[in-house]
């Protein structure tokens, strides 16, 4: 399985960014994809996950804000990221899981997210 992550950057806070997580390879055994992310001094958690049913999980600090979803056709999972905080700057990984909230097995390259005050 190869994940390749793409769409992070320089934002305000305030603003939106949208993170593409594009999987390809032996996805039979995946049930479930998930976005973490590690910030400056921190360790990588995770934030988002979606299973293959469309159930999502999201970690307290992003709910309300953050939205996962998939494009089932396009083997894409998308993290929409809305009034973002400085707080939220850190590397966004996105990983592929054999198990829901069992952690990632295949991970994706990281994507800089930076939001400026």
């Known amino acids: 399985v190869q994940l390749q992550a793409s769409g992070g950057g320089l934002v305000q806070a305030g603003g939106s960014l949208r993170l593409s997580c594009a999987a390809s390879?032996?996805?039979?055994?995946?049930?479930?994809m998930g976005w973490y992310r590690q910030g400056p001094g921190e360790q990588r958690a995770v934030i988002a996950v979606?299973?293959?049913?469309?159930?999502?999980v999201y970690a307290d600090s992003v709910k309300g804000r953050f939205t996962i979803s998939r494009d089932k056709v396009k083997n894409t999972v998308y993290l929409q990221m809305n009034n973002l905080r400085p707080g939220d700057t850190a590397v966004y990984y996105c990983?592929?899981?054999?198990?829901?909230?069992?952690?990632?097995?295949?991970w994706g390259q990281g994507t800089l997210v930076t939001v400026s005050s």
């Open positions: 990983a592929a899981s054999k198990t829901f909230m069992g952690g990632g097995d295949y």
């Open positions: 979606i299973n293959n049913g469309g159930y999502t």
């Open positions: 390879g032996s996805l039979s055994d995946i049930v479930a």
